[in-house]
């Protein structure tokens, strides 16, 4: 069972057009992560959001985590070829002393020059 | 500083072969996370330590895989033997503590078996 669902799960656009990307869940998170992804590499972490509601910003990047801590969202403004990987989200969920950190289907981004 | 390092980045064997992968994770992080990743089944955690003691290895495929951690800078993870649909990249990870949930990944092996 998928406990992170991103959507869309590929998108190509245009050099300066505006794309949005939503990890979902059904389960609460204390906190959840975004990474990025560039061939041959490892993922990079962007950022962690933690209260519900909130929203941070990387440059042209705009982070949200929802009221209810279940769903986050990830705008890139005037997208460029260099924002083009695999953006990943990421949580940790602890139940019963448990402790699994899971991690979203990804959206696999190309930006065209 | 020096990230997570490991070793190989490329690694290509037969099947029925034992696969070793090497992870020094960075200095100081009390948490190594070993992921497996494909195309079809993204990122899988398959099994994770804290302070050198493996906590969930529920991730781990079957008996072929097992994962060591002599001490806080080291870990592997072996196959044995080795099967073609173990073909993926596998990524180690670290992190300053479990409850510190920003994971930094090394380069990843990627494993080919024939």
């Known amino acids: 069972t998928q406990l992170l669902e991103q959507s869309p799960q590929f998108l190509s656009i245009q050099e300066g057009e505006n794309l949005t990307v939503y990890c979902n869940s059904s389960?609460?998170?204390?906190?959840l992560q975004w990474y990025r992804q560039e061939p041959g590499e490892g993922p990079v972490l962007l950022v962690t959001?933690?209260?519900?509601?909130e929203v941070k910003k990387l440059k042209r990047l705009t982070f949200q985590f929802g009221d209810a801590r279940k769903d986050s969202s990830l705008h890139i403004t005037a997208a460029q070829p260099g924002d083009t990987g695999l953006y990943l989200c990421?949580?940790?969920?602890?139940?019963?002393?448990?402790?699994?950190?899971?991690f979203g289907t990804g959206t696999r981004l190309k930006v065209l020059a | 500083d020096a990230g997570v390092i490991q070793s190989p980045r490329h690694e290509v064997t037969e099947m029925g072969q034992e696969v070793t992968l090497r992870c020094k994770p960075i200095?100081?992080?009390?948490?190594l996370f070993w992921y497996r990743q494909t195309m079809m089944r993204g990122l899988e955690l398959l099994i994770y330590?804290?302070?050198?003691?493996?906590?969930?290895d529920s991730g781990m495929p079957e008996d072929r895989f097992s994962a060591k951690m002599p001490n806080a800078s080291f870990s592997t993870l072996k196959i044995q033997p080795s099967e073609p649909r173990d073909s993926a990249v596998y990524f180690c990870a670290s992190s300053l503590s479990l409850a510190g949930v920003e994971q930094f990944f090394g380069p990843g092996t990627r494993l080919t078996v024939l």
């Open positions: 330590f804290n302070n050198n003691v493996p906590i969930d």
């Open positions: 959001v933690v209260t519900g509601g």
């Open positions: 990421a949580g940790a969920l602890t139940t019963s002393g448990t402790y699994k950190y899971i």
């Open positions: 389960s609460v998170f204390s906190s």
């Open positions: 200095s100081g992080h009390n948490s």
